[in-house]
């Protein structure tokens, strides 16, 4: 049965968020994010009385004991409903992946520069108390026991990290929304049944993938069941409200409930609701974040397009229920340990929305849903969804332009992505072309087809500016004298040029191989331990194998870890080339002695390493080509490699945030660089050193081969808001990156804000509460970041036309 028509009377003007979503937004920004300890009791609940069952088993009876027994809310206003937690913004604990870090930061939780989270000492009690269950149990204890020494040892001085999953869920896809919203949880279930009937389970292979099809059962009813919670709650609320334009809201929220995520959605609303669920969920199952709506555009809008046909819906009424959404995105939050603060500031979750595009066929998808996912961000600015969009030649020029429109806002969104070049990198990797052409953006910049794959993006943190600086010494860590490497020479031995960049080489070679072999500890470590039911239930060919996601599932399976420092390798090389190696102006002994003493008492060779050699992002191929080279030498050696599931690895060159801490454990480069400064953002220039104009450094990027780095590249720019305005200012916004894509750059996003205005935020934070800004791969409030982070911000170069 249908819901109702929807009876709520909008009110909305262009570029002005409607009163309800606005209440909504207010209401969010006044809470102060805490610590929930209701999961994690559950779940230890649950696993105490499934002793001895199959983990896949577990981990289904683990989801329906959340499902039915968390604490359910309603706000006031709310049309799309579904918690997180008890209170918005706040953090579940998942103590199957790791807790030790959580109980030895409880005391500084409310207290550290970045994503502050209040606990209280009950909070902390009733976690202390589980947390003795889980000793022992995690996917984190699990990986740790399976890596090696040195592997660990170099994780420990920062030449990668692999934090992430090593401590947490691993997230990072986009499901089959489309399929849930056709079929709904009891169509998922149907074809369970039809695979259940052609099982032999004499078979012991049969016998396990019957395992996994009990537990996709158990984990669809317990969703299905976890919407009717809201159905009763809400037709319970109905009884008692007064106000009769509340009430059939609430009646109307009641009919969604029952409805959907069960049975195929008919409605824009159904629609809506139902994949609130699926996004909600997700995020219950397991902590992993960048759990990306991915083309919402597309398998949203033949519901859009049937309700407004019909007269069922209007414009008006679409965008509230869109606005809606928008500030219900920003109510998941996830907590981090005080280090990954540093590199995940501003309570980001990566719920990366892509719009635009192409068909599978290859013809534009631009739809008014579209446009009106872009007015959305535009009226709610908020960071989450994490809006991008997909540009090809075929994208019309009005969609690019409202796309730049929005950019000029100054919240760091849409992150545009270049078809031609993404399309052919995935082909590449044996993705068929239909699916290429049917891309989605996951987390920051991670292009995979979705519903079918399990990408393992932002596997790891790879510092290349590390390797180098090993490179230089013989492999041994200057920061803290320890043998870290291979033996490769130091600068003052090597005489040519060509010495240092086979040392850089063997040394990315040396690292690479033990980065997979760190990721693939944590990737058979959720594959023994945190198998995911439900949301494997929602990824092609997991229910046709009988296999998670965590075991190989999935239709294609990548593992995809980041390169860091791309421009300071690149500086810092065709510095050795030019004035060292070259026109021998520094020689190596004297700059071997600058760089041990991080320049102190050679600020004259400092200027001139600085000064007179040219720098990646100002046109000049010496350096662009240096940096493409130092980036291929590791993409290249990373794709050598396959993982536990079946698939390959691919390479990306971003850093989230990362960059700010990998820099920390890197002591002075021969470019200038000075011990502990922020590397390179993604694949933007140094900041301050781009000093010719956007364009020119637009095209230093372009260079570099972003095809290989098939797990995505990331490119920052940074313009003062006067520079994007009126006609003009947009139209040659939309000029640079038509340019830009033409000459073959994968990604491109902008902060729009004065220098001035970011100080002044960090003087007076309580007056710049809501300012969102690009950080990485992700917008977020500016004052919610580590003051380490907002100086990277401050410090990028700010560009005109």
Same mark, same amino acid.
């Given at each position: 049965?249908?819901?109702?028509?929807?009876?709520?009377?909008?009110?909305?003007?262009?570029?002005?968020?409607?009163?309800?979503?606005?209440?909504?937004?207010?209401?969010?920004?006044?809470?102060? *994010?805490?610590?929930?300890?209701?999961?994690?009791?559950?779940?230890?609940?649950?696993?105490? +009385?499934?002793?001895?069952?199959?983990?896949?088993?577990?981990?289904?009876?683990?989801?329906?004991?959340?499902?039915?027994?968390?604490?359910?809310? #309603?706000?006031?206003?709310?049309?799309?409903?579904?918690?997180?937690?008890?209170?918005?913004?706040?953090?579940?604990?998942?103590?199957?992946?790791?807790?030790?870090?959580?109980?030895?930061?409880?005391?500084?939780?409310? /207290?550290?520069?970045?994503?502050?989270?209040?606990?209280?000492?009950?909070?902390?009690?009733?976690?202390?108390?589980?947390?003795?269950?889980?000793?022992?149990?995690?996917?984190?204890?699990?990986?740790?026991?399976?890596?090696?020494?040195?592997?660990?040892?170099?994780?420990?001085?920062?030449?990668?990290?692999?934090?992430?999953?090593?401590?947490?869920?691993?997230?990072?896809?986009?499901?089959?929304?489309?399929?849930?919203?056709?079929?709904?949880?009891?169509?998922?279930?149907?074809?369970?049944?039809?695979?259940?009937?052609?099982?032999?389970?004499?078979?012991?292979?049969?016998?396990?993938?019957? /395992?996994?099809?009990?537990?996709?059962? #158990?984990?669809?009813?317990?969703?299905?069941?976890?919407?009717?919670?809201?159905?009763?709650?809400?037709?319970?609320?109905?009884?008692?409200?007064?106000?009769?334009?509340?009430?059939?809201?609430?009646?109307?929220?009641?009919?969604?409930?029952?409805?959907?995520?069960?049975?195929?959605? /008919?409605?824009?609303?159904?629609?809506?609701?139902?994949?609130?669920?699926?996004?909600?969920?997700?995020?219950?199952?397991?902590?992993?974040?960048?759990?990306? &709506?991915?083309?919402?555009?597309?398998?949203?809008?033949?519901?859009?397009?049937?309700?407004?046909?019909?007269?069922?819906?209007?414009?008006?009424?679409?965008?509230?229920?869109? +606005?809606?959404?928008?500030?219900?995105?920003?109510?998941?939050?996830?907590?981090?340990?005080?280090?990954?603060?540093?590199?995940?500031?501003?309570?980001?979750?990566?719920?990366?929305?892509?719009?635009?595009?192409?068909?599978?066929?290859?013809?534009?998808?631009?739809?008014?849903?579209?446009?009106?996912?872009? +007015?959305?961000?535009?009226?709610?600015?908020?960071?989450?969804?994490?809006?991008?969009?997909?540009?090809?030649?075929?994208? &019309?020029?009005?969609?690019?332009?409202?796309?730049?429109?929005?950019?000029?806002?100054?919240?760091?969104?849409?992150?545009?992505?270049?078809?031609?070049? #993404?399309?052919?990198?995935?082909?590449?990797?044996?993705?068929?072309?239909?699916?290429?052409?049917?891309?989605?953006?996951?987390?920051?910049?991670?292009?995979?087809?979705?519903?079918?794959?399990?990408?393992?993006?932002?596997?790891?943190?790879?510092?290349?500016?590390?390797?180098?600086?090993?490179?230089?010494?013989?492999?041994?860590? &200057?920061?803290?004298?320890? /043998?870290?490497?291979?033996?490769?020479?130091?600068?003052?031995?090597?005489?040519?040029?060509?010495?240092?960049?086979?040392?850089?080489?063997?040394?990315?070679?040396?690292?690479?191989?033990?980065?997979?072999?760190?990721?693939?500890?944590?990737? #058979?470590?959720?594959?023994?331990?945190? &198998?995911? *039911?439900?949301?494997?239930?929602?990824?092609?060919?997991?229910?046709?194998?009988?296999?998670?996601?965590?075991?190989?599932?999935?239709?294609?399976?990548?593992?995809?870890?980041?390169?860091?420092?791309?421009?300071?390798?690149?500086?810092?090389?065709?510095?050795?080339?030019?004035?060292?190696?070259?026109?021998?102006?520094?020689?190596?002994?004297?700059?071997?002695?600058?760089?041990?003493?991080?320049?102190?008492?050679?600020?004259? +060779?400092?200027?001139?390493?600085?000064?007179?050699?040219?720098?990646?992002?100002?046109?000049?191929?010496?350096?662009?080509?240096?940096?493409?080279?130092?980036?291929?030498?590791?993409?290249?050696?990373?794709?050598?490699?396959?993982?536990?599931?079946?698939?390959?690895?691919?390479?990306?060159?971003?850093?989230?945030?990362?960059?700010? *801490?990998?820099?920390?454990?890197?002591?002075?480069?021969?470019?200038?660089?000075?011990?502990?400064?922020?590397?390179?953002?993604?694949?933007?220039?140094?900041?301050?050193?781009?000093?010719?104009?956007?364009?020119?450094?637009?095209?230093?990027?372009?260079?570099?081969?972003?095809?290989?780095?098939?797990?995505?590249?990331?490119?920052?720019?940074?313009?003062? *808001?006067?520079?994007?305005?009126?006609?003009?200012?947009?139209?040659?916004?939309?000029?640079?990156?038509?340019?830009?894509?033409?000459?073959?750059?994968?990604?491109?996003?902008?902060?729009?804000?004065?220098?001035?205005?970011?100080?002044?935020?960090?003087?007076?934070?309580?007056?710049?509460?809501?300012?969102?800004?690009?950080?990485?791969?992700?917008?977020?409030?500016?004052?919610?970041?580590?003051?380490?982070?907002?100086?990277?911000?401050?410090?990028?170069?700010?560009?005109?036309?």
């Amino acid at each position: 049965m249908a819901s109702p028509a929807i009876k709520f009377e909008p009110q909305t003007t262009p570029s002005a968020i409607s009163s309800r979503a606005g209440l909504l937004k207010d209401r969010l920004l006044s809470i102060t *994010p805490e610590i929930c300890y209701e999961r994690a009791e559950l779940i230890t609940e649950s696993y105490k +009385e499934t002793e001895g069952m199959p983990v896949i088993l577990r981990r289904a009876k683990a989801l329906e004991k959340i499902l039915a027994k968390m604490v359910i809310r #309603i706000q006031p206003d709310e049309l799309i409903v579904g918690n997180h937690t008890p209170k918005p913004r706040s953090s579940p604990i998942f103590p199957e992946f790791s807790f030790a870090w959580i109980e030895a930061e409880f005391d500084r939780l409310a /207290q550290r520069a970045g994503d502050v989270f209040l606990i209280s000492d009950e909070c902390k009690e009733k976690l202390s108390a589980v947390f003795k269950y889980w000793q022992g149990k995690t996917t984190q204890e699990y990986a740790s026991n399976l890596m090696p020494a040195d592997a660990k040892a170099a994780q420990a001085n920062g030449v990668f990290t692999v934090g992430n999953y090593f401590f947490l869920g691993v997230g990072h896809i986009c499901v089959d929304y489309g399929m849930v919203l056709q079929k709904g949880y009891l169509g998922i279930k149907a074809d369970v049944l039809k695979e259940k009937l052609t099982l032999d389970l004499t078979n012991p292979a049969d016998l396990k993938k019957s /395992q996994f099809l009990q537990a996709v059962e #158990i984990a669809c009813d317990a969703a299905i069941s976890f919407a009717a919670r809201f159905a009763a709650e809400a037709e319970k609320q109905a009884q008692a409200e007064t106000n009769d334009q509340r009430k059939q809201e609430l009646l109307a929220i009641a009919a969604n409930c029952r409805k959907v995520p069960a049975n195929p959605a /008919q409605t824009f609303y159904e629609s809506l609701q139902s994949f609130w669920f699926v996004q909600l969920i997700i995020q219950l199952e397991s902590n992993g974040h960048s759990i990306s &709506p991915g083309r919402f555009d597309i398998y949203m809008y033949p519901y859009y397009k049937k309700d407004i046909m019909s007269g069922k819906l209007t414009p008006e009424q679409a965008m509230e229920l869109i +606005e809606c959404l928008w500030v219900k995105f920003n109510e998941i939050n996830k907590v981090r340990d005080e280090a990954s603060t540093k590199a995940f500031g501003g309570y980001p979750m990566f719920q990366n929305l892509i719009v635009g595009g192409q068909t599978a066929d290859g013809r534009d998808s631009t739809n008014e849903l579209s446009y009106l996912c872009l +007015e959305a961000t535009e009226n709610v600015r908020l960071p989450q969804p994490s809006l991008s969009i997909r540009f090809h030649q075929g994208t &019309p020029q009005k969609f690019l332009i409202k796309s730049s429109a929005v950019a000029a806002l100054g919240l760091g969104m849409p992150a545009m992505y270049n078809d031609h070049v #993404i399309i052919p990198s995935l082909a590449a990797r044996g993705v068929s072309l239909e699916d290429a052409r049917d891309y989605c953006v996951i987390g920051c910049v991670e292009p995979q087809k979705g519903g079918k794959t399990e990408g393992w993006h932002d596997a790891a943190f790879f510092s290349l500016a590390k390797c180098l600086e090993l490179a230089l010494n013989d492999g041994i860590d &200057p920061v803290t004298g320890v /043998q870290l490497g291979l033996k490769t020479g130091t600068l003052a031995t090597m005489a040519t040029f060509d010495k240092v960049m086979d040392a850089y080489r063997n040394q990315i070679e040396y690292f690479v191989k033990l980065l997979v072999i760190s990721n693939n500890c944590c990737d #058979i470590a959720h594959g023994s331990i945190c &198998p995911l *039911p439900l949301l494997s239930s929602m990824v092609q060919d997991c229910v046709a194998k009988g296999k998670s996601l965590q075991e190989g599932g999935a239709h294609y399976n990548f593992t995809g870890p980041q390169g860091v420092g791309v421009a300071n390798v690149g500086d810092a090389l065709v510095a050795l080339k030019k004035l060292v190696y070259g026109e021998k102006i520094v020689s190596r002994a004297t700059l071997a002695d600058a760089l041990n003493k991080n320049w102190a008492g050679y600020e004259t +060779e400092r200027q001139i390493m600085l000064n007179q050699a040219p720098k990646f992002g100002n046109d000049d191929d010496a350096a662009d080509e240096l940096a493409r080279l130092a980036a291929r030498i590791y993409c290249e050696e990373v794709e050598k490699y396959t993982n536990p599931r079946g698939g390959q690895f691919q390479a990306g060159l971003y850093p989230v945030s990362a960059n700010v *801490p990998l820099g920390a454990v890197v002591g002075a480069l021969p470019d200038g660089r000075l011990a502990g400064t922020p590397l390179a953002d993604g694949v933007s220039p140094v900041s301050g050193r781009d000093i010719k104009g956007p364009t020119a450094a637009a095209k230093s990027v372009a260079k570099l081969d972003h095809e290989i780095a098939s797990n995505g590249t990331l490119f920052n720019q940074k313009f003062l *808001p006067n520079a994007l305005k009126g006609e003009t200012g947009l139209g040659n916004l939309a000029a640079l990156i038509r340019s830009y894509f033409s000459l073959g750059g994968l990604h491109v996003q902008f902060n729009v804000i004065s220098k001035e205005t970011l100080e002044d935020a960090q003087r007076n934070p309580e007056q710049y509460r809501s300012l969102v800004v690009r950080v990485a791969g992700y917008s977020a409030f500016f004052t919610s970041l580590d003051r380490s982070l907002q100086e990277d911000i401050i410090a990028r170069t700010e560009h005109d036309f």
